[in-house]
């Protein structure tokens, strides 16, 4: 597995880091909840941006591992809209 895609995977994971603190705030009340709020989405944020770019990339740069490249792409996208959904109805 190349390098560029373990990185989108770590990205991922980041992703997933930031989405579980939004839950967090969505779920808890208080000031503190702006705060948790404002770090979970530039984490979640970050993570998105680093796997589709990173992924993008690798599917460019290696054409064998093109399916799962985009495959890692479209999950980050579709968990990111899913987190979405449930922010609104939070």
Known sequence: ???ILRFAIGSLFVFVIGAVMIGWACMSTGWE???RFAVGCVTA???LIGTALLA???AVIYQ???RF???LMTAS???FLALLI???FA
Do not use: H, Y
């Open 1 to 3: 597995m190349p390098w």
């Open 33 to 35: 909840t702006l705060s």
């Open 45 to 47: 944020g970050a993570g």
């Open 56 to 58: 993008m990339l690798s």
């Open 64 to 66: 064998g591992w093109r």
């Open 69 to 71: 490249s985009l495959a």
């Open 77 to 79: 996208v579709l968990l």
């Open 86 to 88: 449930f922010a609104k």
